[in-house]
């Protein structure tokens, strides 16, 4: 059974090394401004604005480059996950949900799927952070796939359990 990756495509790629690339440079621009703008005589010194937007910036730049770095390799044995800050394996056999997922903020909606273990535990899949509700499902649809491929389980039905 051969393996297929989800997210982190080169379009994702570029995507993230723009964001990274103009986020850095306002940092340092801002930054570099406000940290010699102050003035000694009057003790206005605009050091510490300069930290917290500089650290904002930088936050907002690694997020980025977490969801647009990250990736899924759905395996025969595991649904292995990258990102640059984590990696993850979780055995088939651990997995007890595939879930639709949504988030709302700023005037936009952003789906992503998350998978439950049976631990009770759960996680956001790298890769399938979308703006679309159906590339999300297409992407819950192939990891539930090989999932039931893989386990002999049939994923459960959230619009049955609610109903």
């Known amino acids: 059974m051969e393996e297929i990756r989800i997210g982190g495509g080169p379009r994702d790629r570029r995507i993230g090394f723009i964001a ?10 801002f930054g570099g401004w406000a940290w010699f703008a102050g003035d000694p005589v009057t003790a206005h010194d605009a050091r510490p604005v300069a930290a917290i937007v500089m650290a904002a910036v930088l936050f907002g730049a690694l997020y980025i480059a977490f969801l647009a770095f990250g990736y899924t390799v759905l395996s025969a044995s595991h649904l292995r996950t990258r990102s640059p800050a984590l990696r993850r394996s979780v055995p088939w056999s651990e997995i007890s949900a595939v879930e639709l997922h949504s988030r709302t903020g700023r005037g936009s909606t952003t789906w ?22 159906e590339g999300a ?11 039931a491929h893989v ?4 994923p459960s039905d959230p619009a049955a359990e609610a109903g």
Do not use: D, N
Request: hydrophobic share 45%; no cysteine.
């Open 137 to 147: 499902a297409s992407a819950r649809l192939v990891i539930e796939e090989r999932w």
């Open 151 to 154: 386990t002999g389980e049939r």
């Open 20 to 29: 990274l690339a103009v986020s850095l440079v306002v940092a340092t621009a």
């Open 112 to 133: 992503m799927v998350r998978v439950r273990r049976k631990s009770g535990r759960s996680f956001i899949v790298p890769g399938t952070r979308l703006g679309s509700s």
